[in-house]
């Protein structure tokens, strides 16, 4: 793959954080009772920073300058702070930003590992017994929603079986190999919930592109060749049908946040997701802008890894 | 004819679908000798496709099945083969070229790769080797450049160029027999006749039968020995290509030969001839007797009625027709 | 059945002549769709839960903030079939309540997104060029907006002032219908405008526009009704997502005000019982479960009927 093409993308992602910044702005702008100045009037705020703040926010400037001062300030990670734990948002939200990437990350490896064979086996032989249970089993997973499916976890391992820990906490005593253990088996509620819920559609994207793919004129190609059913499969099937579906992830990112989020509250996971509720409930509010802002970022970052995903997928973009 | 390489008799490859049984192949019987070059004409949907396909068992089962018949190859009937059996014939032993070259070769993997993919397999070649050999048969099939090319990706070929590559991709292992599904319908005329020049170079140069499927009389006349004409799913006229153009029996063959665009013939006289009229019968019900005998100009009362037979009606011709 | 209608095979397989239907488009559609079971049973299992909800307070006619500390979470009695929360208030009486509340915001906001996603396909379609260029890099834009953080936030900021407007039910009700149809009107748009475009230029629309129908006329009744199966399909799968959507806002206690017992916002109270009083989450959670399931499972059906090309 050549630099061009990574330039490219990059190039083509800055309009589209452009544009969910500019989103954000005009819901602030919109809102009644400027948040801003909220900020400003908060009795919590010192009266030198209040000074500040004002100055800085600029609240009588034309609106556009006011967007563009913004859309520097959180570019450079200037996003005020918090003023129920008093600390900078920037710290406060890096502080737990790690947390939710591992859960997400996780939670979509899981996915994955799910959708991948059991969409590939039931694409392999359509309208079979095993393709009717994975489909009945995909859409139970899709609609259960992820607050159900973690309290119903929590029932079974937690409170009836009482296997797992129902509280993530980030202060286990000990090092070494019971302190991971500890770690694992704390993620593992939390990691399924989000993991099965993304896989279940996940299932239903992966059967359909494995559907288009097989009944392509390469794909009889292949099979005319005399290599096998197998590698027929994984190497001409699922490999071009794996492309497709890179995007189909990339569009699902902001789902998986949503999906995070209510995570984080379900099993008090100290990650920006739960952060974002907690100042929501505290009116926090240069934390919610920060998180929301993060939160954008990420899925403009993850649309950008798709893409590029895409193009060392398909040689066809790639050197186009 | 001394033991055909590949004999099909009463072949049936049926399709089950929403709307019912369609009988896309019917009772089909064809050879194929050593080293000949067999054409199996008739228009789209005639079942030529799905026989050749057959062969090869590149069938989706379902909706598609064997209702009968047998597909001997050197005497052994392919049908009851099991996957990994099946597999040991295909590529090495029977290998085909299809209609699209746009669309039959994967667009993620180099040509080189592709070709080499059934060495491997099949000859136990190394990587190395095998994209070796590639080069190799890319050189055959005249690319030029092979060294560079073998790794370029199928999208940096034009559509003769990648037909030459499967041409390339099926005789690497050089087969017995090449089934050639349409080979140049979906090319340029210029190029049409450069891929047909290549297959029967390609022939005297391996000595393998060649199966080729077309719907186009004139590349019969220019390539074939023998000829078998279908028409909704049934064999309707076998013969030498001399034979078939000298004295078509059928009507239907009649309508085709007539159907081929002369150079002589005045344009006005052409358009009469080209066409036969009516449809392809539908193959969910096809009709009582001669499936020909609603498009038929000779018709009679019979052959609405009684199916006529294959039978033969000179040494080494047959007709299905009763005039 | 698996989903959809079996691929037929394709047409260098199967050189089928397919016999021209006897029936008319909706008879046709539905007999597609009764071939899919689970989407009959969801018809039948939706009715249930909408029909529970509508005449449920006539029949079960106990009032939902019946507040009675005898009573404080009773497992399910023939006093109250679903139990009591940490009040003794009746759950059974506070769901078909919610339910009334839940449907009606998943029916609402999938109207929004509707109306908004035809509007916008629409016009992208019939306006090739910039305008069309314009509003599909804004339904892009809008497709890659982290949704529940920008819903949350939009109640966060705007929930004062409406609940000042409407009242504290009302205001809540229109705000996140509104913000939920608002953001979920871009797959409409898309498959309105790619019906347009492929629509357009067939023989039917030229005929009509040579016996010179002029262009309002064209779109009401010539693309539209032709666009309808797939949006109708997306539509449904919108109500079930609706739903869920309205239900985590609640879940997360920023829905609905505690008096207002959605389906979410009743696990929302019930979640920190649920070692005491599992009952309390598993009622809500499932009446959740059946009407997004079955809805979904109906799109399914439909999608069978109306849109029968595609796989997905």
Excluded at chain 2, 66 to 80: N, S
Excluded at chain 2, 265 to 270: C, D, E, K, Q
Aim: include cysteine; hydrophobic fraction near 50%; aromatic fraction near 8%.
């Amino acid at each position: 793959m050549s630099r061009d093409f990574l330039l490219r993308r990059l190039l083509i992602a800055i309009p589209s954080l452009f544009g969910i910044s500019l989103v954000l702005f005009v819901v602030l702008a919109l809102a009644p009772g400027d948040p801003f100045g909220e900020l400003v009037t908060n009795p919590n705020v010192p009266p030198e920073v209040r000074l500040a703040l004002r100055a800085k926010f600029g609240l009588d400037d034309p609106i556009w300058i006011r967007y563009v001062r913004w859309l520097f300030a959180m570019l450079q990670g200037d996003w005020g702070f918090s003023f129920v734990s008093r600390v900078n948002v920037d710290t406060l939200i890096l502080q737990r930003l790690p947390t939710t990437m591992a859960v997400i990350g996780a939670s979509q490896v899981l996915a994955i590992m799910i959708a991948i064979p059991v969409g590939v086996l039931a694409a392999a032989k359509p309208y079979s017994l095993f393709d009717q249970i994975a489909n009945t089993f995909a859409f139970i997973g899709f609609s259960l929603p992820t607050f159900f499916t973690g309290l119903l976890l929590i029932l079974v391992f937690s409170v009836q079986l009482n296997w797992l820990p129902f509280v993530f906490t980030t202060e286990i005593r000990g090092s070494g190999w019971p302190w991971l253990w500890e770690y694992v088996r704390q993620s593992i509620m939390p990691v399924t919930v989000l993991g099965l819920f993304q896989g279940a559609s996940l299932v239903r994207y992966v059967r359909s592109s494995v559907l288009e793919v097989i009944k392509l004129d390469y794909v009889t190609t292949a099979r005319s060749k005399g290599i096998g059913e197998r590698k027929v499969l994984v190497l001409h099937v699922v490999r071009n049908a794996l492309i497709p579906v890179v995007t189909l992830v990339a569009l699902q990112m902001p789902i998986v946040f949503g999906g995070a989020i209510v995570t984080e509250q379900i099993f008090r996971v100290p990650g920006i997701g739960s952060l974002l509720i907690s100042a929501m409930l505290a009116n926090d509010t240069p934390v919610i802008m920060g998180v929301t802002f993060v939160f954008s970022c990420l899925v403009v970052l993850f649309n950008l890894i798709a893409d590029v995903l895409y193009g060392w997928l398909d040689p066809r973009i790639a050197l186009r | 004819m001394a033991d055909p390489l590949l004999d099909i008799r009463d072949l049936k490859t049926w399709f089950r679908t929403e709307d019912g049984l369609v009988r896309a192949v019917d009772g089909v019987s064809m050879s194929i000798g050593a080293g000949e070059t067999l054409a199996v004409v008739g228009e789209s949907g005639c079942g030529k496709t799905v026989t050749a396909r057959s062969v090869l068992k590149l069938i989706d089962m379902p909706p598609g099945q064997f209702a009968g018949g047998q597909i001997l190859w050197r005497g052994r009937d392919l049908i009851p083969l099991p996957p990994a059996e099946m597999d040991k014939i295909r590529a090495r032993e029977i290998a085909m070229v299809f209609q699209e070259p746009m669309t039959s070769l994967n667009p993620v993997y180099p040509v080189g790769q592709q070709i080499a993919e059934s060495l491997r397999t099949h000859e136990g070649l190394s990587r190395k080797a095998a994209l070796d050999e590639a080069v190799a048969m890319l050189r055959l099939v005249q690319i030029s450049n092979p060294e560079r090319r073998v790794h370029d990706y199928p999208h940096q070929f034009s559509g003769g160029m990648r037909q030459r590559v499967m041409i390339a991709l099926a005789l690497a292992c050089k087969p017995k027999l090449l089934i050639a599904d349409e080979p140049t319908t979906a090319l340029d005329v210029t190029i049409q006749a450069q891929i047909l020049e290549l297959l029967v170079e390609m022939k005297e140069r391996f000595g393998m039968a060649i199966m080729l499927i077309t719907h186009a009389m004139g590349v019969v006349a220019e390539t074939a020995q023998r000829v078998v004409v279908m028409y909704a799913g049934k064999v309707v006229e076998e013969a030498t290509v001399e034979d078939l153009f000298a004295h078509p029996r059928h009507p239907y063959t009649q309508g085709l030969i007539r159907s081929i665009p002369r150079v002589d013939a005045s344009a006005t006289v052409r358009r009469r001839l080209e066409q036969i009229p009516g449809t392809v019968p539908n193959l969910l019900n096809p009709p009582e007797g001669c499936r020909f005998a609603a498009r038929c100009g000779f018709a009679v009362e019979t052959c609405r009625k009684v199916e006529p037979p294959l039978r033969e009606v000179a040494p080494g011709h047959k007709a299905a027709c009763v005039l | 059945m698996a989903g959809s209608t079996p691929a037929s095979p394709s047409a260098s397989a199967g050189p089928a002549v397919r016999a021209a239907p006897a029936f008319s488009p909706a008879r046709d559609a539905w007999r597609r769709f009764r071939k899919h079971r689970l989407a009959v049973a969801s018809l039948v299992a939706l009715g249930v839960v909408v029909l529970a909800v509508i005449i449920g307070p006539v029949v079960w006619p106990v009032a939902i903030n019946d507040i009675d500390f005898s009573a404080q979470l009773k497992p399910p009695s023939f006093a109250h079939p679903f139990g009591t929360d940490d009040l003794g208030q009746d759950i059974l009486a506070r769901l078909i309540y919610g339910g009334r509340i839940s449907l009606a915001v998943g029916l609402v906001a999938m109207i929004v997104a509707m109306v908004v996603g035809v509007l916008v396909g629409a016009t992208a379609g019939m306006s090739r060029g910039r305008v069309d260029a314009a509003l599909m890099w804004l339904a892009d834009l809008f497709l890659s907006l982290p949704q529940l953080p920008l819903l949350l936030l939009i109640i966060y900021l705007f929930r004062d002032g409406l609940k000042a407007v409407l009242g504290p039910e009302g205001g809540v009700f229109v705000l996140i219908v509104l913000v939920i149809g608002g953001l979920r009107w871009m797959p409409v748009a898309r498959l309105v405008r790619a019906q347009f475009l492929s629509l357009r230029e067939k023989e039917f629309v030229e005929a009509a526009r040579a016996l010179g129908a002029s262009r309002a006329r064209l779109v009401v009744h010539h693309i539209l009704p032709n666009a309808l199966g797939p949006v109708i399909v997306a539509g449904t799968i919108d109500v079930a997502n609706a739903i869920i959507a309205e239900s985590t806002l609640s879940f997360l206690g920023l829905g609905f005000p505690p008096d207002i017992p959605t389906w979410g916002r009743v696990l929302f109270d019930a979640k920190d019982y649920l070692d005491v009083a599992a009952y309390w989450s598993l009622f809500p959670g499932s009446a959740m479960f059946i009407a997004v399931l079955s809805i979904n499972f109906i799109g399914d059906g439909l999608r069978d009927a109306l849109d029968p090309r595609r796989v997905l």
